[in-house]
């Protein structure tokens, strides 16, 4: 009797070249589009971090001039310049329950320094910056055609910039209307 000789083959335990090869591309090619969402999700994030401090900027330029401005008396109003009495009692709103306010004697105005990008009071010979408009922001007035509401319109950025541009626009009922 013979012996035959089992014929299984032996096949190495390990892994071959090409093997490897093809889990490493494909490792690869799920690793660069990850990579590729990560960069165009921080230009997004980025991009919106920018309006939205354009827009916190804004609504802060126009919650500055509504304290200045609502309780006051109007008398004069032009694209970039209010002349106003503000009450005696200022920033506080006036107590008042069946009489008139009582107003400072002095006029105030507020106007916008396009050359050095702020917005300026001028109160009693005295000039206070009150705001810093950033590049490519501008602020400017429009009283109604009652003459009972000033508007106050910012806009700002540029179509260029990545943040693109912006425009708010604000009303201001007056308390004690210009009488025209």
């Given at each position: 009797?013979?012996?035959?000789?089992?014929s299984t083959?032996?096949?190495?335990w390990?892994?071959t070249?090409?093997?490897?090869?093809?889990?490493?591309?494909?490792f690869?090619?799920?690793?660069?589009?990850?990579?590729g969402?990560?960069i165009?999700?921080?230009?997004?994030?980025?991009?919106?971090?920018?309006?939205?401090?354009?827009?916190?900027?804004?609504?802060?330029?126009?919650?500055?001039?509504e304290?200045?401005?609502?309780?006051?008396?109007?008398?004069?109003?032009a694209?970039?310049?209010?002349?106003?009495?503000?009450?005696?009692?200022?920033?506080?709103?006036p107590?008042?329950?069946?009489?008139?306010?009582?107003?400072?004697t002095?006029?105030?105005?507020?106007?916008?320094?396009?050359?050095?990008?702020?917005?300026?009071?001028?109160?009693?010979?005295k000039?206070?910056?009150?705001?810093?408009?950033?590049?490519?922001?501008?602020?400017?007035?429009?009283?109604?055609?009652?003459?009972?509401?000033l508007?106050?319109?910012?806009?700002?950025?540029?179509?260029?910039?990545?943040?693109?541009?912006?425009?708010?626009?604000?009303?201001?009922?007056?308390?004690?209307?210009?009488?025209l």
């Amino acid at each position: 009797m013979t012996r035959t000789q089992s014929s299984t083959s032996t096949m190495p335990w390990g892994t071959t070249l090409i093997e490897v090869l093809v889990v490493t591309s494909i490792f690869l090619l799920l690793m660069s589009m990850i990579l590729g969402f990560y960069i165009y999700g921080t230009r997004a994030t980025s991009r919106h971090e920018g309006i939205s401090e354009s827009y916190r900027r804004a609504i802060q330029h126009i919650a500055r001039l509504e304290t200045y401005l609502a309780f006051s008396r109007v008398y004069q109003v032009a694209s970039d310049y209010v002349v106003y009495t503000p009450t005696a009692g200022w920033p506080l709103p006036p107590a008042v329950v069946g009489r008139w306010p009582e107003y400072a004697t002095a006029a105030t105005t507020v106007w916008i320094d396009t050359p050095k990008r702020r917005v300026v009071r001028r109160q009693e010979q005295k000039s206070y910056s009150m705001l810093v408009l950033d590049r490519g922001e501008t602020i400017r007035f429009k009283l109604s055609a009652d003459a009972r509401v000033l508007v106050i319109q910012v806009a700002g950025g540029d179509t260029r910039s990545p943040h693109g541009a912006f425009s708010l626009s604000h009303s201001v009922v007056l308390e004690n209307p210009l009488s025209l």
